[in-house]
């Protein structure tokens, strides 16, 4: 952060603060191939997108901390990245947690206002948060911890995640935030 001061300081690894679509509703698009899923992810999309009744009526934004992990990977040979999903209210925290299953796309770029439909992503991942290794609720606040099935590159590169737009989706597709990857 720039500036004299910090409210707290760097504590390593990235960051990807997720923001909820602007005007959550309690309908869903029937149509898989409706505009208003996850696939599009412009601002007029968000705007626009819709939800599940499972849903609170507003969502507040969330947090994605990703970290280098020393956990393995089944296959017993590569190491993972694991995610670390912090929320401030336990309302986004409960609504996220009761998904059966949500869906994690790094796209290949930074781009906010572009459509990411038709756009084969950098990485997808399916997590179930509801299953997730360590989950963590006091004061308000909450966290959740889940492995990634591969190891991300934290980095600026070809294969890295920094700079790049981070999305995540209910099972259905319906879009539950998006946000760009940086450093923490």
């Known amino acids: 952060m720039c500036g004299e001061s910090s409210p707290r300081p760097a504590s390593g690894g990235t960051i990807a603060v997720l923001f909820p679509p602007q005007d959550i509703t309690s309908s869903v698009k029937d149509s898989p191939d409706s505009p208003e899923r ?12 819709t939800s599940c009744s499972s849903l609170p009526t507003k969502m507040s934004s969330y947090s994605l901390f990703f970290r280098d992990s020393d956990h393995c990977h089944p296959d017993g040979q590569s190491q ?5 999903f912090h ?9 996220l ?23 084969t992503p950098l990485h997808v991942f399916r997590l179930k ?20 099935a591969e190891k991300l590159d934290l980095n600026v590169s070809t294969r890295g995640v920094v700079g ?3 999305s995540l989706c209910d099972a259905d597709g319906v879009l539950l935030g998006t946000g760009i990857i940086g450093y923490n």
């Open 38 to 49: 996850c696939l599009s992810s412009s601002p007029e999309s968000i705007a626009s997108t």
């Open 80 to 84: 993972t990245t694991r995610v670390i």
């Open 87 to 95: 929320f401030s209210d336990c309302d986004t925290y409960q609504a």
């Open 97 to 119: 947690c009761g998904e059966r299953e949500v869906q994690m796309r790094i796209e290949t770029h930074g781009d906010l206002s572009s459509s990411t439909q038709g756009l």
């Open 129 to 148: 948060l509801s299953h997730s290794l360590r989950k963590r609720a006091s004061k308000g606040r909450a966290e959740v911890e889940v492995h990634l």
């Open 164 to 166: 790049r737009q981070v």
